[in-house]
């Protein structure tokens, strides 16, 4: 082994890099961008998830302190007077009781089990006493309940009794009892708390609409990624203790701005039961308007990543193969005879294009055998796939006129091919992507084959409803035959 000549070759490789300014750009510039790109796209936060609810929720109108005093009023025993001002001075001569409910004993009442009754007596005697308190007592914890539902609570009763005469009272007396009601009602509207919950979360845009019709229409038509309903009875049921379900239609054709619409969903009725509970109970009902939590990942990305293989190998190969026969001289010799430039490049072309579609054919079989979904809509996606890889052959012949070398050709993987991972859907949702690199993800062709790959899948679209998308893919098929000519043409005369 000769050291002289090995650092002899290595030194003329040097030089012969040097020399070539287009090649050394694009061993500089081509891992800059790809790592800007690669970081720019991962680090980016879905924000400004288009969420849809509509809130026909209401608070608890009704107060506990008047399911008690309904109670109290139905019983033959007792005669009610409410907010007498002169109550405590009248306490033994006309009132034998006066009952007095805190401003916050519904609050309590709802949101901890628990009420304290304030009942002050002064009756004839001792046993008057005992069953007027009784009567009382029965009565409040009687109506609580039904207020509640099935659910106990704690009745805390402070009484003080007052004892006039000691002797019997009358058989038949009936009891005078005046009530001091304090007692305010519970404002708390849930469902308004959940919305403002949302509102506040930068991560989802909420909009508010006003019929159910249209809220699970705005998911249909792709306006949105989940809709929320809550129900009218959302705060009443949820305070006594009932069963009260929100309705939640999802879109799930983005993953990853479904993952985040919901858990940032989460998050608002969490927080919103937590400011008034102190814990998390509420029922949830999911509806799939597009996707279904069976697709597994696999399902969400071949249909994708599938035309993104065709047209990787399909633009590296063309690429290649056109720049082989210009330096070996095949192109020169064919111009000697009466073949025109146009005819030249349309020959390539067609050639390439038979090549692309075997290509694609063998990548869409194999890709059946890891998603069967394909399957249902195998002639549309098929479609799609030989289109982008047309556009892809026409591109590759016109880029690979600038190329001197296969490296360079190579190189235009990192220029032209990775940037479209990152920036046509494929990966990350558009939305995820810095604002500034959103208007570029719409130059490139993979991102019209992914948005309408997509909605083939989950949203059964025909080829009719992706019409915008085959015309950009026609489009690009066109103007690489157009560039492709011309190029040649300038660069042969």
């Keep these: 082994m000769n050291i002289r000549r090995i650092l002899t070759i290595s030194t003329r490789i040097f030089k012969q890099i040097k020399r070539d300014k287009r ?109 007027l308190t009784q009567i009382i007592t029965n009565n409040i914890s009687k109506a609580i309940k039904d207020f509640l539902g099935t659910k106990g609570i704690t009745l805390k009763v402070n009484k003080t009794v007052q004892i006039n005469f000691p002797y019997p009272s009358p058989f038949t007396q009936q009891y005078n009892v005046c009530i001091l009601d304090y007692d305010e009602k519970l404002d708390i509207i849930l469902g308004n708390l959940v919305v403002n919950e949302l509102m506040s979360n930068k991560d989802v845009s909420l909009h508010i609409v006003s019929s159910r019709e249209k809220c699970i229409s705005m998911i249909k038509d792709n306006k949105a990624v989940l809709g929320i309903i809550i129900p009218n009875n959302f705060t009443k049921q949820i305070l006594l203790h009932n069963s009260s379900i929100i309705e939640l239609y999802i879109n799930g054709i983005q993953q990853d701005e479904m993952t985040t619409a919901l858990k940032a969903f989460e998050e608002a009725v969490n927080d919103a039961l937590e400011k008034v509970f102190g814990e998390k109970t509420v029922e949830i009902s999911k509806n799939y308007i597009y996707g279904s939590e069976e697709f597994s990942s696999i399902d969400f990305l071949a249909p994708s990543f599938l035309g993104f293989i065709a047209m990787f190998f399909t633009f590296i190969i063309s690429g290649i193969l056109f ?24 020959g390539y072309l067609i050639s390439f294009l038979i090549v692309a579609t075997i290509q694609s054919t063998i990548i869409t079989l194999v890709t059946l055998i890891f998603s069967t979904k394909i399957l249902e809509n195998f002639l549309q996606i098929y479609t799609l796939v030989l289109l982008l890889a047309m556009g892809s052959v026409s591109l590759s012949i016109f880029l690979s006129s600038y190329m001197k070398t296969e490296l360079q050709v190579i190189q235009m993987i990192p220029i032209y091919i ?55 893919l026609t489009a690009y098929f066109i103007l690489g035959i157009i560039l492709g000519i011309k190029k040649f043409r300038k660069e042969i005369t």
């Design 418 to 472: 990775i940037p479209q991972i990152f920036l046509s859907g494929l990966i990350l949702s558009l939305k995820a992507l810095p604002e500034f690199l959103r208007p570029l993800a719409y130059i490139l062709p993979l991102t019209y084959y992914v948005d309408a790959v997509k909605k083939i899948i989950y949203m059964n679209a025909t080829l009719t409803n992706i019409l915008p998308q085959l015309i950009i």
């Design 323 to 346: 720049l082989r026969e210009r330096l070996i001289g095949t192109l020169e010799r064919m111009l000697a005879s009466a073949t025109t430039h146009t005819e030249i490049v349309l």
């Design 23 to 131: 090649t050394l750009g694009l061993m500089i510039t081509a891992p800059i961008l790809v790592t800007l790109l690669f970081s720019w796209a991962f680090a980016g936060e879905l924000t400004g998830i288009p969420v849809v609810v509509y809130n026909i929720d209401q608070p608890l109108e009704k107060r506990v302190a008047d399911a008690i005093i309904q109670v109290l009023e139905n019983n033959d025993t007792i005669s009610i007077t409410l907010n007498d001002p002169n109550a405590f001075n009248k306490l033994g001569s006309v009132y034998q009781a006066v009952i007095i409910f805190k401003e916050n004993l519904t609050r309590n009442v709802i949101l901890t089990g628990e009420a304290e009754i304030q009942i002050y007596l002064k009756t004839l005697t001792q046993i008057d006493a005992q069953i």
